[in-house]
């Protein structure tokens, strides 16, 4: 299906379009306007975060933004001066999650009137959601969407001198800013935009609605962020985008040139991306992966379904037949490879017969792990209009089918790195145990580590002793 047909699929949302020339704004002279910088001294923020690594990024974001202001973070919500929630839109039970955030920490606005509340992210980006704040949650003071972030200072400001709620969503933007400033999380794993938005409208997906168009970042100024990175201790940089195959389309540059620019950074180690789709996988792509020292071994490559009749309807405009020639070009071109990738069941008029062309597709492809999920209908994707609904219960039943198939090949896989040796990255401890580190291969594989001093952050080589579905037990080498 070709490009002009997915766009007339884009039903139109009416809010607020400030005009402000594209690039130009590139250049804030300053995210916060001079007045505000450190005005908020004394003031404490609390940012929750839902969703995606796109949402997180935003978050380390309107973190800088706000320390920029004087404002100072916070975990404990009774200490708060201000709270925000960063949301996502992707999964019904995510908006009704955050309702009921809004709904429990009302109580803290009686107790603290100057506590201000404000909702963000992709959520406010639906109609419906901007109506019912206004109609079912009136003490939520401000509501901004995924395109305005750099607006938050203003934003904040307006909130605290106004006894409305303060609603300013742009329903899109051609906007492109660089060097807004970030909060980073401590670590050796850092994330950067290379893209804002995806033109490919998959019928499930409310990503194209929330995030409007692509948009790509300049080559110049993701090189200098990574090497700052790099300068700041950063060793495992992931460059993140909805469908980073298309990047710098819009710039009459390319992914595979992107790449190739950041693997000559002085100094790089690990470069990763997400989210890459099928199309758009040239060949040159394939050999600036293969060919780019510091770019690591994994791609993420949702294929969502097995079968080509499902694969339309989900508008997803390639066929499996497609999808495993890309996938045998770049095990050719890259054997150590490690693949994962999303998939769906229940979508609407999925037969038993759609859903088996699925197992047979992940017998065939051999993922290292996959994401699988059941299909969740989303107010406003064309999907969502679709009437022959797969039983919920039948669902299920697909989903347990298929984890039990990919569990075994993703534990397969592990066992048979037993005995083998590994390069792994440091990142941290062990969420489950202290006194074990975890890291990742280059493969981003999970490795857990003895705890000893001195490791953290550190590139070890270490033998894999055990391995389970998830996870890989090793011991490093002296
Ligand atoms: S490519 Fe990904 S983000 Fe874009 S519409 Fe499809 S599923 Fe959504």
Known sequence: MNERNRESMAPELQVHRPTIAKREANLLASPVREDLVGRFVGKRYLLRTYGCQMNEHDTEIMAGLLEQMGYQATGQEE??????????????????????????????????????????????????????????????????????????????????????????VWDHSDLVIDELPKVRQEGVRAFVNIQYGCNKFCTYCIVPFTRGRERSRTIESIVKEVRELIENGYRDITLLGQNVNDYGLDLDTSFAQLLREVGKIDGVERIRFTTSNPWNFTDDLIEAIASTPSVCEHIHL?????????????????????????????????????????LIVGFPGETQEDFEATLDLVRE??????????????????????????????????????????????????????????????????????????????????????????????????RIDAANTWTLKGSVLR
């Open 79 to 168: 200490e708060a001066d201000l709270i925000l929630f960063n949301t996502c839109a992707v999964r019904e039970n995510a908006e009704n999650k955050v309702f009921g955030e809004i709904g429990r920490v009302r109580p803290l606005k009686a107790r603290n009137p100057e506590l201000l509340l404000g909702i963000c992210g992709c959520m406010p980006q639906e109609k419906a959601v901007q109506d019912k704040v206004q109609k079912t949650y009136p003490w939520v003071d401000l509501v901004f969407g995924t395109h305005n972030l750099h607006r938050l200072p203003e934003l904040v400001e307006s909130a605290i001198h106004s006894q409305e709620t303060v609603m300013e």
């Open 302 to 342: 949702p294929v969502q379904s097995g079968s080509n009749r499902i694969l339309k309807a989900m508008n997803r405009g390639y066929t499996t037949a497609y999808y495993q020639q890309l996938i045998a070009k770049i095990r050719h071109a890259i054997p150590s490879i490690a693949l994962t990738t999303d």
């Open 365 to 462: 492809v051999q993922y290292d792990t996959a994401y699988t999920f059941i299909y969740s209908p989303r107010q406003g994707t064309p999907a969502a209009t679709m009437t022959d609904l797969v039983d919920p219960i039948i669902a299920k039943e697909r989903l347990q089918r298929l984890m039990d198939v990919q569990n075994v090949i993703s534990r397969d896989y592990n066992e048979k790195l037993i005995g083998s040796v590994v390069e792994v990255l440091v990142e941290g401890p062990s969420r489950t145990n202290p006194d074990v580190l975890q890291g990742r291969t280059r493969t981003n594989k999970l490795v857990h580590i003895k705890r000893e001093e001195g490791m953290m952050r550190s590139l070890v080589m270490a």
